[in-house]
Each structure stands twice: as C-alpha cells, then as structure tokens.
C-alpha cells in the first residue's frame, strides 16, 4: 500500500513540511513517484518514519539518525533496545506524574500546611538536589546566580505561574517552527530565540547575548539539560542550541 505525503501527513501528525525536509536531507525519502512526480510512501518508508520518530523522542539529533538505522544490521533488535529505554522512560515520567497529582491534591484541597507523607509523594520522581548543589558550585560565585537568587525569593505562586506560561509558550512557537522544518536563522525563530533572552533578562538576570549564547551550549553539553529540554519535542535542544547561535 502506498501514501501519498498528504495521506502520511494526516496517519502520522507529521507535517507535510517536515516530510519534504526529511525527504531532501535523505532520512525518509519515499520509494515511489507518481507519473506526475508526486511522492508515494510504502509500508518500509512508513516503518522507517516510525523509527525516526523514535529515534527522535530518544533525544538523537536529527543529523545522526539517519546513519544510526543504516548502520544497523538488525532492524529488530534495534527497536527492542529503543522499547526497552522507552519503557525506562515511562517509569520516570509516571513517578513524575503521581507526584504532580499529589502536589495537585494538595493545592485543590486548599491545604495551608503539610503532612511529611505529603513531602514524599509530590518528589517522588525527583531529585532537585542535584540540580541546586551544581547550580551553586557551578554559578554561586557569579553575579548572575546571586540576582537570580535576589529576585526569585520575593516570588510567589502568581510570578512562578507567569513564568512558567511564558516559557512554554516561547517554547511551544520554537517547538512549531523546529517541526515544520524552519532554520535556525529564519526570522520567525529568531523573533522567538529573543523572546527567549529577554525572559530570562526579565524574570532572573540581566542576560547578554554573549551570555545566552554560552547558556545554548550548556544545553547540549549536560546531557541532563538535553533530557529536560528534549521533553519539550525530540532533538529541541540542539534546535534551541543552534538557534540562540545564530543570534
């Protein structure tokens, strides 16, 4: 059975735009042509895609798939072993999830106080201290980590509230651009990348684009930085990281 790009696009959410540039860039490219030249999708092409996609929750970049499943001499296994970290991942994001419902529970039951039950259930999933103690040792000498400091601690729910909609939603638009297959230097995402700045700029500490240029880095050095990020829609590190560079 073969599908045209329009029919693949509507079975698999991806975009028809993303098929072409997959198409172009030799990761998905389909096998057969209409006689007007129209691109046709076999069953092969579409488990390929699949695995793309897999590949690309996983948090491999874009430009290292392609040569990951040709090298590969057992399609089969291959897949199992992308299962077996998939079902790894489950079991995180489900610790996380009953820890947001309980922290849920909490606030919706209009709680003032907590119980020490109620401590482990909303961090189950978590392990913030590692995070906090890098972030001291790392930046506490700075002057950017002493103002971020400065000004989180006078805020409350409401600001935290804020931020956290007005990250993902600069997130969301860049995530949108990254999957219809726009370059890092288009200038919708570079409208975007400075949105990014500047909420940083506004919410933490001043934030040059020299500085924001070496936090782009971070986020594909640290490993853990690219988990978090690549949440957001596999391969957005390295998207958001190429995109801060090319500001």
Same mark, same amino acid.
């Given at each position: ?6 029919? =693949?696009?509507?079975?698999? @959410?991806?975009?028809? $735009? ?7 860039? @030799? ?11 129209? $691109? ?6 579409? =488990? $390929? ?41 489950? @079991? ?45 040792? $790392? ?34 638009? =860049? ?64 998207? =958001? ?7």
């Amino acid at each position: 059975m073969a599908f045209t790009v329009g029919e =693949l696009s509507r079975l698999t @959410g991806v975009t028809v $735009r993303a098929l072409h540039h997959y198409d172009e860039i @030799g990761l998905v490219r389909p096998s057969q042509r209409t006689a007007a030249g129209y $691109r046709l999708y076999d069953d092969p092409d579409v =488990l $390929r895609l699949q695995q793309v996609l897999v590949f690309r929750e996983l948090g491999v970049p874009l430009d290292e798939i392609a040569t990951a499943i040709d090298k590969a001499t057992d399609r089969a296994a291959l897949l199992r072993a992308h299962r077996a970290q998939l079902v790894d991942r489950r @079991g995180r994001i489900d610790a996380m999830l009953a820890a947001v419902d309980a922290a849920l529970q909490v606030l919706e039951n209009g709680r003032t106080t907590m119980h020490s039950d109620d401590f482990k259930k909303i961090f189950d999933g978590f392990n913030p201290q590692d995070y906090a103690d890098e972030a001291q040792q $790392r930046w506490g000498h700075t002057e950017a980590y002493k103002e971020s400091a400065r000004r989180t601690t006078h805020y409350g729910t409401a600001e935290w509230e804020e931020i956290r909609r007005e990250s993902e939603g600069i997130y969301a638009r =860049l995530r949108d651009l990254m999957q219809q297959g726009a370059a890092a230097a288009d200038a919708d995402v570079q409208a975007a990348v400075e949105d990014h700045r500047m909420h940083i700029d506004r919410w933490f500490y001043p934030c040059s684009r020299h500085m924001h240029h070496g936090l782009g880095e971070m986020y594909i050095a640290d490993p853990r930085f690219t988990a978090n990020l690549d949440k957001v829609a596999p391969g957005f590190a390295r998207f =958001l990281r190429d995109a801060i560079a090319a500001s």
